[in-house]
T-cell receptor, first 114, second 111 residues
């Protein structure tokens, strides 16, 4: 099994629908992240969490919310999806305490909003 | 100007060639990461380094902190090395969780 698992891997939805992307990890890491990848723009940080009670906005959090249900689970929600949220979304984890600890990524969730 | 710049953006090579991808950055860092992303696939961390040089198989990563520059080398390239290679830096100090990413280098290795 993968260290970081994302579901669903692909999702097509309509404008206005609520969408949840889920992420679970078996690395035992405290830090979890949600990134968005768009062609030509690279990866951008949406939200990050250092533990269950510590959740922070990244550089592009508008239109998104997250929930850290447990150390191993971090979900990203789009309350009312819009077409410019069409992108490839990645969950990642890292260990804390080291300078910029190595990142472990999930396989990605491709979201298309029509 | 982007804080992390990669060159080239695209690179095509023949199998067996020596490949170099460059990364320059303009901020203080605690570490630099090289990541690999295959088409349609996830992202894999290749190296994390804060000084000197690291080697893993046919891949070598170097960093020059004074010049704010890193290189990723692939020796004896193979078609399976075809992927996007992404450079990312962890900021120094209290923001070390925050990664700034380059836009990636698309490598195609032809048989």
């Amino acid at each position: 099994d993968a260290d970081v698992t994302q579901t669903p891997r692909n999702r097509i939805t309509k404008t206005g629908k609520r969408i949840m992307l889920e992420c679970s990890q078996t690395k035992g890491h405290d830090r979890m992240y949600w990134y968005r990848q768009d062609p030509g723009l690279g990866l951008r940080l949406i939200y990050y969490s250092f533990d269950v009670k510590d959740i922070n906005k990244g550089e592009i959090s508008d239109g998104y919310s997250v929930s850290r249900q447990a150390q191993a689970k971090f979900s990203l929600s789009l309350e009312s999806a819009i077409p410019n949220q069409t992108a490839l979304y990645f969950c990642a984890t890292s260990a804390g305490g080291r300078p910029g600890g190595e990142l472990f990524f999930g396989e990605g969730s491709r979201l298309t909003v029509l | 100007k982007n804080e992390v710049e990669q060159s080239p953006q695209n690179l095509t090579a023949q199998e067996g060639e020596f490949i170099t991808i460059n990364c320059s950055y303009s901020v203080g860092i605690s570490a630099l990461h090289w990541l690999q992303q295959h088409p349609g696939g996830g992202i894999v961390s290749l190296f994390m380094l804060s000084s000197g040089k690291k080697k893993h198989g046919r891949l070598i990563a170097t960093i020059n902190i004074q010049e704010k520059h890193s290189s990723l080398h692939i020796t004896a390239s193979h078609p399976r090395d075809s992927a996007v290679y992404i450079c990312a830096v962890s900021r120094s100090g209290g923001s070390n969780y925050k990664l700034t990413f380059g836009k990636g280098t698309l490598l195609t290795v032809n048989p």
